[in-house]
C-alpha cells in the first residue's frame, strides 16, 4: 500500500541527507532545501513500493523530521 510522504521546507536545514539515501525522490533548491524531485512545488505525495526502504531511510536520517510519512 502506498504512503503518504510529506515535507516541511520551513524545517529543512539544507543537510542534503534526505537526497542521498532517497536520490529518486528527494531533492533541493538552490538554496539546498528539500524539494520532491519529481513535482518540485509539492508538499506532499505518495511513494511507490519500490522507493518505500529508501523514502523510510530518509526520513529517519533527516535531524530536523523535515519529511513526514503518514499510512
Do not use: W
Amino acid at each position: 500500500m502506498p504512503q503518504l510522504c510529506k515535507i516541511i521546507p520551513e524545517r529543512c536545514i539544507a543537510c542534503g541527507l534526505c537526497a542521498v539515501y532517497a536520490p529518486d525522490t528527494f531533492d533541493y533548491d538552490d538554496e539546498g532545501i528539500v524539494l520532491f524531485a519529481q513535482d518540485p512545488s509539492a508538499h506532499q505525495q505518495f511513494i511507490s513500493e519500490e522507493n518505500a526502504n529508501q523514502v523510510l531511510l530518509a526520513y529517519q536520517k533527516c535531524p530536523t523530521r523535515a519529511i513526514v510519512i503518514e499510512k
